[in-house]
């Protein structure tokens, strides 16, 4: 039977606990921080405040008020009994912080899944664990009241009418880090489970209907037809294209495991998938086994770190539904980031990243001209080796609506905090 989250993480949750630095020391250790754009914190301890993933909207439509989790400590995974608050940082008011709720569902790489609700940024929402199921809130603005939604939320449709919910129960069981700790995975011993998988959500209702079974995918053959019907499947990054017709989901397995070592062995293996957002219409868009970062350019392409067949490593553009296929930004994007597109009149811009450099241990945020082939680094960002594995802090650049400013997590002065830059500047002299 597959090991658990705690199994899993003992052996390099230890040794990272016991090396952890989280003061001012650490950036000693790294090359210097350097910024080309005005940046300043938005957040400060002695707490520590990031958001999480690239693909979530973390600014309200003025761009003022900006989405963050706050945590007390650092340095190891979370347990079910660790509760994290939620808020936001008002830019126009000096920075004030609002508590607006808790939560004990959540990670270091993707926090709870905090973000923006509909155009008009009308309410937010996170998740969190209510007794035996994992759900999610919503708080509207107008009236601070919350209500619950009886399934977390992975993504949601522009427009804030669905989202899209997936067992993370199960991705806490295969890929610690992105799930949440709390509750068992109900399906441990089952490699590709039929009531297992991704739910479309109506946000108003709270309805649920699931649209894709990891028994489903499992299915699907490869490119050489095989079905790895030994291997343990999950769901895992998911996002809805802007018209709200179409979604990503990666599908991925881990090939084999060892009852007798109880770990699973070898990595995992990816593809992606598209589908109606009635989990009808699915195609497999990348069978590479190698797809990680991406981003809906528009409604029908993809941009994607991955390696195509007879393809070197990097980004390339995907049409849905075709196997129209394009290199992107090779020479001056070389390796994996967490890339997104400013929204217009800005989107022929490449907001992206990278993990820290094996020499200096700095993190560079940069922005990529497409038209132009122009790559402008915005800054590096000292990441102290203690940072590293599950409890990392990747900058994961997010742009506000206006494209002009960007967020990003850091833990270069004592702490992860986040750090808001000014691009316009940048923009105005392209």
Known sequence: MPISRRQFQLAAAGAGASMFMGGRGAAAETGPLETFVPTR??????????????????FDPTNRLILANQVGFEGRGPTGDDTIKVGFVDTADS????????????????????QWVGAEGQAILWNDRQADRFVCRVRQQDDGSVRTIDR????????????LSVDFRRIDNLRPGYGYDGLSDPHVSNRA??????????LATGESKLI????????????????????????????????GNRFIVLHRYRPKFDPQTRRFQGGFVTRMITANLDGSDRYVLDPSGFT???????DREVTTWTKPAGMPSGFYRFTDQTRDVSAVGHGKMPTNGHNTYLPPPYDDWILNDT??????SRQTVFLYHVPSDRRVDLGHFPSPPAYRGEWRCDTHP?????????????????????????????????
């Open 193 to 202: 489970p039929r009531d297992s998988g991704i739910w479309r959500v109506d």
């Open 95 to 114: 920075d004030a912080w609002h508590e607006i709720g808790t939560s004990t569902a959540w990670g270091w790489q993707q926090g709870c899944m905090l």
């Open 398 to 430: 997010r742009s506000s609506d206006d494209g002009t400013r960007v967020a990003i997590d850091s833990p270069h002065d004592g702490g992860r905090q986040v750090f808001l830059l000014d691009i316009k500047e940048v923009l105005d002299s392209a």
């Open 152 to 163: 977390p939320i992975y993504t949601i449709t522009s427009d804030g009418r669905y989202g």
């Open 355 to 360: 993990y820290p450099d094996r020499e200096t």
């Open 292 to 298: 990680s970062h991406f981003i809906w350019k528009n």
């Open 41 to 58: 914190a938005v957040t400060r301890g002695p707490l520590h405040h990031w958001f999480g993933y690239y693909d979530k909207r973390e």
């Open 212 to 243: 894709m079974s990891l028994a489903d995918v499992a299915d699907i053959p490869w490119p050489d037809g095989s079905r790895h019907s030994e291997a343990w499947h999950y769901f895992n990054h998911l996002l809805i294209n802007p018209q």
